[in-house]
């Protein structure tokens, strides 16, 4: 309050300001016109140095920001209302410069199809190629690998298998001959001596019987 008292005061000790037009448009004299707008532009500058202060009262700052509109309006710079420096921190203007959060826009349908390309119905060939490539390179060595190991366990399955066949009927074999027992061994020695020495005396035999004739027949060897 004691602020306002003290304003009005120096305000009182001012000599009267000279009437205006309440617009600069108005006036026809061109010489007045121009020193109306250049003593407008000193208030206007006064008071926007006036509410730099962070320290004025609402009230006041509400005022000054109003005579600063005013002002603005009766040099004829456009219509609206502004608010400058520490005004825009008054409660409730504060959130007028807060950015709003942008509502996000329904897509119609149009716009959806519009978005739609080649890519969508995988059209890109060549897109697909270079992403797919590797991975199906990849995936053919794999089962090239994987087709190896089963064809070699396969084989070497029917090697051994062939191996085991083998034995079994070398096995067999080998159990169903008989093997002779110590007299039958005997027996068989016995008898191949007998060969032997029948062999032998029939080959005497025959060989006189052949040197006979040949003595008959006048032949000498």
């Known amino acids: 309050m004691?602020?306002?008292?003290?304003a009005?005061?120096?305000?009182?000790?001012?000599?009267?300001?000279?009437?205006?037009h309440f617009l600069a448009s108005e006036c026809r004299d061109l010489?007045?016109?121009?020193k109306w707008d250049q003593q407008i532009m000193r208030?206007?500058?006064?008071?926007?140095?006036?509410?730099?202060?962070?320290?004025?009262?609402?009230?006041?700052?509400c005022d000054i920001n109003d005579e600063i509109n005013k002002l603005i309006r009766e040099n004829g710079h456009g219509p609206g209302y502004r608010y400058f420096k520490a005004a825009k921190k008054l409660p409730g203007v504060k959130k007028l410069f807060e950015k709003q959060p942008?509502?996000?826009?329904?897509?119609?349908t149009d716009d959806i199809y519009k978005s739609i390309d080649a890519s969508y119905y995988g059209y890109r060939d060549e897109v697909l190629a270079r992403v797919k490539g590797p991975t199906e390179a990849k995936m053919r060595t794999e089962a090239e690998e994987e087709w190896q190991r089963v064809l070699f366990e396969e084989e070497e399955d029917v090697v051994v298998e062939e191996m085991r066949e083998r034995e079994d009927?070398?096995?067999?074999?080998?159990?169903?001959?008989?093997?002779?027992?110590?007299?039958?061994?005997?027996?068989?020695i016995v008898e191949r001596k007998k060969i032997e020495l029948l062999s032998k005396y029939a080959s005497?035999?025959?060989?006189?019987?052949?040197?006979?004739?040949?003595?008959?027949?006048?032949?000498?060897?």
């Not at 009927?169 to 068989?188: A, Q």
């Not at 052949?210 to 060897?221: F, R, T, V």
């Open 2 to 6: 004691l602020n306002r008292f003290i």
């Open 8 to 20: 009005l005061k120096a305000e009182e000790k001012k000599k009267p300001k000279e009437r205006h």
């Open 31 to 34: 010489a007045v016109a121009k």
């Open 43 to 61: 208030e206007i500058s006064h008071k926007v140095t006036e509410i730099q202060n962070d320290g004025l009262e609402e009230h006041r700052l």
């Open 102 to 108: 942008e509502l996000r826009k329904r897509r119609t």
């Open 169 to 188: 009927k070398e096995r067999e074999f080998f159990v169903h001959v008989p093997l002779p027992d110590d007299k039958e061994i005997e027996r068989m």
């Open 204 to 221: 005497e035999g025959l060989l006189e019987e052949q040197s006979e004739a040949m003595d008959i027949l006048n032949i000498y060897s």
